[in-house]
């Protein structure tokens, strides 16, 4: 149990920090802006409250906006798909509806790779649009969806190689 | 109560999803410049419509109340006017003060008519005062409760009114018929006198119960025998009786002393 917290404080650190300190400073073609610290809210074990899950989400992007003076929008955002976390998962896994107990986290080799870019890509789709719309907060839906697609797909194809990555790493 | 309780148990997951969605959204509204400006601007768009469309209304409203403040402001105004002319004669003063008041009650199509006015003796109105406006005469006051009076009005068969040619100062006196509210009868006046349709007829102020100088009509017909001493002369109201809703009370102030002095002659 101690072990789980300990991970996922030390995740929240690194995965901030990146963001933060790289990837915020990116900006591909002028307008996409790979967004990964999502990541945390991803692998939470499948158990963890949702209560939980949602304040831990507002925590996360208020971090993020503290460094880029943005208050709120990234906590927008996070506190959104923290929410739809569950539904998409049980659409994917109708297993775990049953399952109690367990500290199990969404692991891409586990799952297979199509339920993982199902996964990852609608959450980070359902994050940047959220974001991108309150960014702008007008209705230039052009710019909004180009920017939403551009960064999403620089977001997802980040994500599962750091989710191929760590799992690689950890089952060994 | 309990069944609160177990509202929010049920759905904690959801009510704390939307409460901490709007401390988000608060705070990007408060702590970023863009999207304040952005949401003032936009809120202010709609509500500014809003206060404009309410505003109208308002004014439509309050239209009442400013017209009175407007007739009030007139009668000081006129109030002042006479002051100033106070040096010329003793005649010119003999009406002075202007009591605002709004006609609540107005006939024309009777014989006689009467008018009943928003104002009684608690605002200084007095019976025998002339009730005026600045496009004619209106009537004397005959009857006066605490805060209403009635006014007999210039078109009744007993109202005889003092007139005078505007041009060459002869007198007449201005009696109504009771067939058109818009036309007159003058009399009295002398077959010599020259006269065109179209001259101006106003008060002439021997009564002291109108001020001087008051337009009433002008001449529409002339309609004098041969032969006769007077004029048999028609005039067209200057002020519609119809659309009377402002109307002037006038208190000459010194129309006791002179009263006095006439009633020693006789």
Redesign the interface.
């Known amino acids: 149990m101690n072990n789980v917290i300990l991970k996922h404080i030390i995740r929240f650190v690194v995965l901030i920090t990146i963001q933060v300190l790289v990837l915020n400073n990116v900006l591909f073609m002028g307008y996409i802006n790979p967004y990964i610290y999502i990541l945390l809210l991803l692998l939470l074990p499948f158990d963890t409250p ?2 939980l899950i ?2 831990l ?2 925590c996360l ?1 208020i971090s993020v ?1 503290a460094f880029q ?5 990234h ?2 955002s996070c ?2 798909i ?2 739809c976390r569950r539904p998409i998962l049980h659409f994917l896994l109708p297993q775990l509806k049953n399952k109690k107990q367990s500290y199990l986290e969404f692991s891409l080799q586990e799952f297979g790779f199509q339920r993982a870019l199902i996964y990852t890509g609608s959450l980070v789709f359902i994050h940047h649009f959220s974001l991108f719309i ?1 960014e702008s ?2 209705l230039e839906l052009f710019s909004i969806v180009l920017r939403t697609l551009g960064s999403s797909i620089v977001s997802i194809t980040l994500l599962i190689i750091i989710q191929y990555l760590l799992f690689k790493d950890s089952k060994r | 109560m309990r069944n609160l309780l177990q509202f929010i148990s049920k759905n ?2 959801l009510l ?2 939307i409460l ?2 709007l ?10 410049h ?2 304040r400006a ?2 003032i601007n936009s809120t202010n768009g709609v509500t500014a419509n809003i206060f404009q469309t309410l505003s109208n209304w308002k004014n439509y409203f309050s239209l009442k109340s400013a017209n009175e403040q407007l007739a009030l402001e007139n009668a000081k105004l006129q109030t002042l006017l006479s002051y100033k002319e106070e040096n010329d004669t003793i005649a010119s003063i003999l009406a002075k003060r202007y009591i605002p008041a709004m006609v609540i009650n107005n006939s024309i199509a009777k014989r006689n008519n009467y008018l009943t006015l928003d104002k009684g003796f608690k605002h200084g109105v007095e019976k025998g005062m002339g009730v005026v406006t600045p496009n004619g005469v209106v009537g004397i006051i005959k009857e006066v409760s605490e805060h209403f009076s009635s006014v007999l009005s210039v078109l009744h068969g007993k109202s005889k009114t003092s007139v005078v040619l505007q041009h060459s100062h002869y007198f007449g006196s201005l009696e109504w018929k009771g067939e058109n509210y818009q036309t007159a009868a003058v009399n009295d006046i002398p077959s010599h006198v020259e006269l065109n349709i179209g001259d101006t007829i106003i008060s002439s102020g021997y009564s002291f119960i109108y001020p001087a100088d008051i337009p009433i009509g002008t001449i529409s017909k002339i309609n004098t025998k041969p032969h006769k001493n007077f004029h048999q002369i028609d005039i067209q109201f200057l002020e519609d009786f119809k659309q009377l809703k402002y109307v002037y009370i006038t208190e000459g102030v010194l129309s006791n002393e002179v009263k006095e002095l006439e009633n020693k002659n006789e």
Do not use: S
């Open positions: 949702r209560w949602l304040i989400a507002f992007g906006d003076n943005t208050m709120g929008l906590a927008f506190i959104l923290a929410y309150l907060f007008q | 904690h997951v704390l999803f901490l969605e401390c988000a959204f608060l705070m990007i509204v408060q702590n970023n863009f999207q952005a949401f």
